[in-house]
């Protein structure tokens, strides 16, 4: 479908092989990768406050960072610290950088999410589009960020991106998708052509791990979700992954736990006050306005997964 929050730019888009090839990023571990910040800004300072804990801790912002942030404060607030760390850009971060409205919310929504959705995510887009025109030392700085990044930890090859092996806005790694037997080939055929052994996304707002075999070698997709935004029943709290050479610190509160090759991988909390957290949000987002309208129940209440839902 070709319309705005539901087409794919050509712009997004990659070819798998490519991936393979991708120059690697040099990158001290341990590495937090965080997706899907969606400006909260309070859930940012919880995630910088982990180099109390690991002072050595790198964090990679795999895009959406913005969304929420619709303040002039908010917004620098947002891009002046992420842009200080490793970032890629989501189709949030791209659009705001474009200078038509063509794409909407490049959000390429899939049919089984209703007009309402897509409608008002093109309507937040628009306006926070209206609040970055008045940055444009920032938007420089977006308008320079990658799609994809690759990185080897101690010997485990590592594929971080936004949306899929194919696109930005790509919804081949989402929570949907990854539980359909009929799309278990085009995962493995990923794998097979981008040369890899884990793969960390977001774009799709659903927490999903994901185990292949893959000639007799264990595969993983992790999909954190949100940083930013409640991820499960009844709780608030954002999800990263973190992914090291050693066990996460016992301060740090993981909700799922991998050993993989020579590296551990985590699932870890992101725990901010989500009732300051829902006064700065409609500060910003009223009631009736179109991220209220989509985002507030969920900032509320989280989603309606279990834990023993993440994985598939």
């Not at 790198?58 to 970032?87: C, M, P, T, Y």
């Amino acid at each position: 479908m070709n319309s705005p929050g539901r087409s794919c730019p050509v712009d997004y888009r990659y070819r798998p092989r490519d991936l393979a090839t991708l120059e690697q990023t040099a990158i001290a571990e341990p590495v937090y990768i965080v997706g899907g910040l969606y400006g909260n800004s309070l859930a940012l300072d919880q995630i910088i406050k982990l180099k109390e804990l690991e002072p050595g801790a790198n964090f990679i912002f795999n895009g959406d960072f913005n969304w929420f942030n619709k303040s002039n404060e908010q917004f620098k607030r947002i891009n002046q610290e992420v842009l200080k760390h490793h970032a890629l850009a989501g189709n949030v971060e791209k659009e705001l950088t474009r200078h038509n409205d063509i794409n909407g919310c490049g959000c390429a929504y899939p049919d089984w999410v209703d007009h309402g959705t897509v409608t008002r995510s093109n309507q937040i887009i628009k306006q926070l589009k209206h609040t970055a025109s008045s940055h444009s030392d920032i938007l420089s700085q977006l308008q320079s960020l990658p799609l994809t990044m690759r990185i080897n930890l101690n010997g485990t090859r590592i594929l971080i991106l936004h949306g899929d092996p194919e696109s930005l806005s790509g919804w081949g790694l989402s929570y949907e998708m990854m539980k359909m037997p009929a799309h278990q080939d085009q995962l493995k055929s990923w794998f097979t052509q981008t040369e890899v052994d884990v793969i960390c996304c977001t774009h799709t707002c659903l927490t999903a791990i994901k185990s292949l075999k893959i000639d007799g070698e264990t595969k993983i997709i992790i999909n954190n979700g949100s940083a930013g935004m409640g991820n499960l029943k009844n709780q608030s709290y954002g999800l990263i992954i973190r992914i090291a050479k050693s066990p996460c610190h016992n301060r740090i509160n993981s909700i799922w736990q991998l050993t993989y090759s020579n590296v551990f991988i985590d699932l870890v909390k992101v725990n901010f006050d989500n009732t300051v957290w829902q006064q700065t949000f409609l500060q910003q987002w009223p009631e009736g306005s179109p991220a209220h309208l989509s985002y507030y129940h969920r900032i509320q209440h989280g989603t309606e997964l279990t834990p023993e839902e993440l994985i598939l």
